[in-house]
């Protein structure tokens, strides 16, 4: 089992859901996400999601793009990214992952080598990635260059994907399996999804992976709410938004209101 399986199962074994938190490097500035991450550990995040940011983010919405957009206007590259990891996950103890996408792997220093970012990720600490434009039929690759080097793999599925597509998503799956709850960008929601719970019951009956709920959460309701049937509870824009209107304190706050909401009996 992995590290990232790991302390989701720890989580899962205390009797509530993981609480897993993203944030883009570099976002308002690399001092300050360090900053924000770190609050966001002592909040109570089980793991942490560091996104690198890229040009064209596909899954993204509109807060992350625009708070990814502040760290690529100020010049800050993956090299930058990489050593904020190697200062972050030498302070925190939680697994870190990196949330980016392919492009920026597969041309990892302006070549084609996937085993540069690999090997980069794992000297920087973190133990895992996501990859979101990367689909599980296609990631052999990936896979093998990550397996090389002890990284946990993350694929999502979708409420529209067929049982075949989740078992292979499952399959190729080795850190938790990512259900979106929606369709669509990324991005707070004022309601959860009703599709989010049928998806990890689908999946649960095609893998005993941790299935971890991402896209929509805000508040420390949603997380009580989809903490209630995921193994893990992913949150993003509703962070971002927090870092960028009030710094870490901000941060501190709302992830310390979505972790008393995983704990929720």
Not at 55 to 71: E, F, H, K, Y
Not at 96 to 111: D, K
Request: charged fraction near 20%; charge should be negative.
């Amino acid at each position: 089992m992995t590290r990232v399986a790991e302390a989701i199962r720890a989580a899962n074994a205390d009797g509530r859901a993981a609480l897993i938190a993203y944030l883009p490097a570099g976002y308002p500035s690399l001092t300050d996400s360090r900053a924000c991450l770190e609050a966001a550990v002592e909040a109570g995040a089980d793991l942490l999601e560091i996104g690198f940011p890229y040009s064209d983010p596909l899954m993204d919405g509109p807060t992350i793009q625009a708070a990814s957009q502040v760290a690529l206007d100020q010049g800050y590259t993956p090299l930058d990214d990489f050593a904020l990891c190697r200062e972050l996950t030498a302070a925190v103890d939680v697994p870190c992952l990196v949330m980016t996408y392919y492009n920026l792997a597969w041309h990892y220093r302006g070549v084609e080598r996937l085993d540069d970012f690999a090997v980069e990720t794992r000297d920087s600490g973190l133990v895992g990635a996501i990859l979101p434009d990367l689909p599980a039929e296609e990631g052999a690759p990936w896979q093998a260059v990550a397996a090389a080097h002890d990284l946990a793999t993350v694929f999502l599925a979708a409420p529209t994907s067929p049982d075949d597509r989740l078992e292979a998503v499952a399959r190729a799956s080795t850190g938790f399996v990512y259900a979106t709850s929606t369709l669509g960008v990324t991005g707070e929601r004022q309601s959860m999804s009703a599709m989010a719970a049928p998806l990890v019951k689908r999946l649960r009956a095609v893998t005993d992976k941790p299935v971890c709920v991402g896209i929509g959460v805000s508040t420390g309701e949603h997380a009580a709410e989809v903490g209630a049937f995921a193994d893990g509870v992913i949150v993003g824009s509703a962070i971002v938004r927090a870092a960028g209107a009030g710094g870490p304190k901000a941060v501190r706050d709302l992830v310390a209101e979505l972790a008393a909401g995983v704990r929720r009996r």
